[in-house]
């Protein structure tokens, strides 16, 4: 594997970060997961621009355009021959003193990582996953805004302990006022009476490129969407459930907290946004290899 770090490749075992980093002292810096289909890279503009904004929010300067970015990852895909397959594109606040401010970081480090992807097992897209509202709630929007696509995952993480100590994939996070947010990797969508419903942003969930690309699909397919506040109440009566990310794109939801939602099986309108989605993955995206 070849792995791009500041403009140039290394082999896996020479690709290295300094550990006066402050990525890894203070987890500051942001990233992106991204996709590979069919030779596309998917949705790469809309991935980069989520992660300038990101680096903006930080205050985080990405010493490259937006542009010359875009053809790095390009390029890290082509250096491992890849058409299908995951992209982690990591910026860090880059190397420090052993304080935590990041005015004595001279420059940010670019690092971007072309890989096989590990996927779900098939069985939750057929069957759906079962999964549990945690504890631990999602972070308020004005401590470290949920929006902003963070090498602080620690939020994150303990849900997902809380996940694993249950025994299923994935958690629902309610925000302090107990209204859904998001799940730790994904965002959350129910279907009630044929319309489609998701949290606002506001609520304290990454503005998700998937959630996006599933929003689309639904005005394309003529399906009512809103983003009101919903409350775990209103996910145990859905008829439909599913999560929406990078990693898992769409997956249903079968039960949360012991309650069956729906029919327990996917649903129709859950299956006809995923064929939609697998559609746009074939067109929508940037081409990696011009053949
Ligand atoms: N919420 C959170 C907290 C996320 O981290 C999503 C929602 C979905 O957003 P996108 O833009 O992907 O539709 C994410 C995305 C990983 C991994 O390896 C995590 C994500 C994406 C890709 C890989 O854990 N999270």
Same mark, same amino acid.
């Given at each position: 594997? *070849? ?31 991204? =996709? !590979? ?33 875009? #053809? #790095?990852?390009?390029?890290?895909? =082509? ?24 005015? =004595?970081?001279? *420059? ?21 996953? &079962?999964?549990?509202?945690?504890? &631990?709630? =999602? ?101 439909? !459930? ?5 990693? #898992? ?43």
């Amino acid at each position: 594997m *070849k792995v791009y770090i500041d403009g140039q490749f290394f082999d896996e075992a020479d690709a290295k970060v300094s550990v006066f980093d402050h990525g890894l002292l203070y987890g500051d810096g942001v990233f992106e997961g991204i =996709r !590979m289909y069919h030779n596309r890279v998917f949705k790469l503009r809309e991935h980069i621009e989520r992660l300038f904004w990101s680096a903006k929010a930080l205050l985080l300067e990405i010493p490259m355009s937006p542009a010359d970015l875009i #053809a #790095a990852t390009l390029e890290t895909c =082509r250096q491992n021959n890849l058409r299908e397959g995951y992209i982690r594109l990591v910026v860090t606040r880059g190397k420090g003193t052993l304080g935590l401010d990041p005015r =004595r970081c001279p *420059k940010a480090s670019v690092i971007i990582i072309a890989s096989t992807i590990q996927l779900y097992p098939d069985k939750y897209y057929q069957e759906g996953l &079962t999964i549990v509202t945690v504890p &631990t709630t =999602r972070m308020l929007v004005n401590s470290v805004n949920p929006a902003i696509k963070s090498l602080n995952y620690l939020n994150n993480v303990l849900a997902r302990i809380e996940a694993n100590n249950a025994g299923v994939e994935e958690a629902i996070m309610l925000n302090t006022e107990g209204f859904v947010a998001e799940c730790t990797g994904d965002n959350v969508f129910i279907v009630q009476k044929g319309r489609l419903y998701t949290p606002p942003l506001s609520a304290g969930a990454l503005y998700g490129i998937t959630r996006n690309t599933v929003l689309d699909c639904a005005r394309e397919l003529g399906i009512t969407s809103s983003e009101p506040n919903l409350t775990r109440y209103d996910l145990f009566i859905a008829d439909e !459930m599913f999560l929406t990310g990078t990693a #898992a794109e769409i997956v249903p939801v079968v039960k949360v907290d012991g309650r069956v939602i729906g029919t327990g099986r996917p649903g129709p309108v859950t299956a006809k946004l995923v064929a939609a989605f697998h559609e746009k993955t074939k067109t929508d995206g940037e081409m990696i290899f011009s053949d």
